[in-house]
């Protein structure tokens, strides 16, 4: 039966992501009391219009999460399956199918972002022009890269399941599954804060 229990071990990786995650949440948080102090400090702050892809980019985010669950389920049940059955190997079902759907939904979302900060210049919005603009490339850009990361790590348990050479990489999904739920959750603080604050 414990070989059915969906929930990843606890495992160094794990523990580093949330390390990770302390401290990403304390850089977002010190930003968002700067961007504060900032606008409340000088008459030059002017409020930005946030491009409307941000918000269909919030939905490829979400649903990339959902799809990370559905591979992360279906591959804890193929790994007891395998279990059972004695057998090993290279996995390349559906529950990767869905993890290389996450991928791709991570990777559309950095693209729309890029689309949203190419509509900003082409408004005269750029890094320089006023406080406000600065903030949201700042905010978006940071996440941007975080996110790459986790797309990376994504990568990183594709090619450990496609070689299967050292077993499950139980660990290594359960730790790149809370990176990118994380990088979910930040998102959603950090469309609220620029819809509120710019």
């Not at 229990?5 to 850089?27: E, N």
């Given at each position: 039966?414990?070989t059915?229990?969906?929930?990843?071990?606890?495992?160094?990786?794990?523990?580093?992501?949330?390390?990770?995650i302390?401290t990403?949440?304390?850089?977002?948080a010190?930003?968002?009391?700067?961007?504060?102090?900032?606008?409340?400090?000088?008459?030059?702050?002017?409020?930005?219009?946030?491009?409307?892809?941000?918000?269909?980019?919030?939905?490829?985010l979400?649903?990339?999460?959902?799809?990370?669950?559905?591979g992360?389920?279906?591959?804890?049940?193929?790994?007891?399956l395998?279990?059972?059955?004695?057998?090993?190997g290279?996995?390349?079902?559906?529950?990767?199918?869905?993890l290389?759907?996450?991928?791709?939904?991570?990777?559309?979302?950095?693209?729309?972002?890029?689309?949203?900060?190419?509509g900003?210049?082409?408004?005269?919005?750029?890094?320089?022009?006023?406080?406000?603009?600065?903030f949201?490339?700042v905010?978006?850009a940071?996440?941007?890269l975080?996110?790459?990361g986790?797309?990376t790590?994504?990568?990183?348990?594709?090619?450990?399941l496609?070689?299967?050479?050292?077993?499950?990489?139980?660990?290594?999904?359960?730790?790149?599954?809370?990176?990118?739920?994380?990088?979910d959750?930040?998102?959603?603080?950090?469309?609220?804060?620029l819809?509120?604050?710019?």
């Amino acid at each position: 039966m414990d070989t059915l229990k969906l929930s990843p071990p606890s495992s160094p990786a794990r523990t580093g992501v949330w390390v990770g995650i302390a401290t990403i949440t304390l850089s977002f948080a010190a930003y968002t009391s700067a961007m504060v102090v900032r606008q409340g400090s000088g008459a030059d702050w002017q409020h930005v219009a946030l491009p409307r892809i941000l918000y269909f980019n919030t939905l490829l985010l979400l649903a990339s999460s959902a799809t990370l669950e559905a591979g992360r389920r279906r591959l804890e049940v193929d790994w007891a399956l395998e279990a059972l059955e004695g057998r090993a190997g290279a996995f390349s079902g559906p529950g990767v199918a869905w993890l290389s759907a996450t991928m791709a939904l991570g990777l559309l979302f950095i693209a729309g972002q890029v689309i949203a900060w190419r509509g900003l210049a082409a408004r005269g919005l750029f890094l320089a022009t006023n406080p406000a603009s600065d903030f949201f490339y700042v905010f978006t850009a940071l996440h941007g890269l975080h996110l790459l990361g986790g797309v990376t790590a994504l990568g990183y348990v594709l090619a450990r399941l496609r070689a299967a050479s050292a077993g499950p990489p139980r660990a290594a999904l359960g730790a790149a599954s809370l990176y990118w739920h994380f990088m979910d959750v930040l998102w959603l603080y950090l469309l609220l804060v620029l819809a509120t604050r710019l």
